[in-house]
T-cell receptor, first 110, second 114 residues
Framework: TQLLEQSPQFLSIQEGENLTVYCNSS?????LQWYRQEPGEGPVLLVT?????EVKKLKRLTFQFGDARKDSSLHITAAQPGDTGLYLC??????????FGAGTRLFVKA | DSGVTQTPKHLITATGQRVTLRCSPR?????VYWYQQSLDQGLQFLIQ???????AKGNILERFSAQQFPDLHSELNLSSLELGDSALYFC?????????????FGDGTRLSIL
C-alpha cells in the first residue's frame, strides 16, 4: 500500500518565523503535488515537482523533491497569517490512483 | 474560483436514503475525480473518470457509484446512507489523466447524515 506521511500534523507559529513541513513515503512517486486548503474550500494546487532533487520556489515558499522521489518538503520563510491553512501533499506512483497525505495544519499568529 | 462547480453545497438527509452529488468540471477538462474528506480519514480518492470512462478506482464503497456524462459533468450517487458517510465530498478536474497534471477542486458538498 502506498502511503504519504506528513509531519508535523499541526504547527502553530508566530508571524515572521520559518517552518518546514515534510511529506514522506517508502514508495517512489513519478511526481508529487502540494496543495493548500482553507476552511470551507477545496484544495488549491501550489506546485508540482517531477524531477528528483528538483527545487521550486513560489514567493516565500520553497518546495523540494527528494533525490529518490520518495519524499518532499515545503519550507515557508517569514510566515504570515495568510499562510494559515491545511497543507496537503499528493502523488501517484503507479497506475492512476491519487494518494493524499493527511496534511499539516498550519496556524500563523499575528 | 477554480472553475469546478459542485452542487448542492450542503445536503442533510437520513440513514438509509440515497443522494446524488453533481460536478461540472472546468471548461476543457476531460478528467473528473471524486474524493471524500472526513476528519479522521483525510482526503480519500474515490474514483476517476476520463472522457466518460472509468479510469481509476480508489476506496469507493459498493453503495457508491459514479458516472461521467457525454457533456463531461459527473454525478456521484450514494445509497443506503450510513452515519459514517457524513463528510465533505470534493470533485476535481484536470485536462488529461497524466500523473503530473494539476487537479482543480470544487468547493465541495457537505453531506450530513442524521
Amino acid at each position: 500500500t502506498q502511503l504519504l506521511e506528513q509531519s508535523p500534523q499541526f504547527l502553530s507559529i508566530q508571524e515572521g518565523e520559518n517552518l518546514t513541513v515534510y511529506c514522506n513515503s517508502s514508495s517512489v512517486f513519478s511526481s508529487l503535488q502540494w496543495y493548500r486548503q482553507e476552511p470551507g474550500e477545496g484544495p488549491v494546487l501550489l506546485v508540482t515537482v517531477v524531477t528528483g532533487g528538483e527545487v521550486k520556489k513560489l514567493k516565500r515558499l520553497t518546495f523540494q523533491f527528494g533525490d529518490a522521489r520518495k519524499d518532499s518538503s515545503l519550507h515557508i520563510t517569514a510566515a504570515q497569517p495568510g499562510d494559515t491553512g491545511l497543507y496537503l501533499c499528493a502523488g501517484r506512483a503507479g497506475g492512476f490512483k491519487t494518494i493524499f497525505g493527511a496534511g499539516t495544519r498550519l496556524f500563523v499568529k499575528a | 474560483d477554480s472553475g469546478v462547480t459542485q452542487t448542492p453545497k450542503h445536503l442533510i438527509t437520513a440513514t438509509g436514503q440515497r443522494v446524488t452529488l453533481r460536478c461540472s468540471p472546468r471548461s476543457g477538462d476531460l478528467s473528473v475525480y471524486w474524493y471524500q474528506q472526513s476528519l479522521d480519514q483525510g482526503l480519500q480518492f474515490l474514483i476517476q473518470y476520463y472522457n466518460g470512462e472509468e479510469r481509476a478506482k480508489g476506496n469507493i464503497l459498493e453503495r457508491f457509484s459514479a458516472q461521467q456524462f457525454p457533456d463531461l459533468h459527473s454525478e456521484l450517487n450514494l445509497s443506503s446512507l450510513e452515519l459514517g458517510d457524513s463528510a465533505l465530498y470534493f470533485c476535481a478536474s484536470s485536462v488529461g489523466w497524466a500523473s503530473n497534471q494539476p487537479q482543480h477542486f470544487g468547493d465541495g458538498t457537505r453531506l450530513s447524515i442524521l
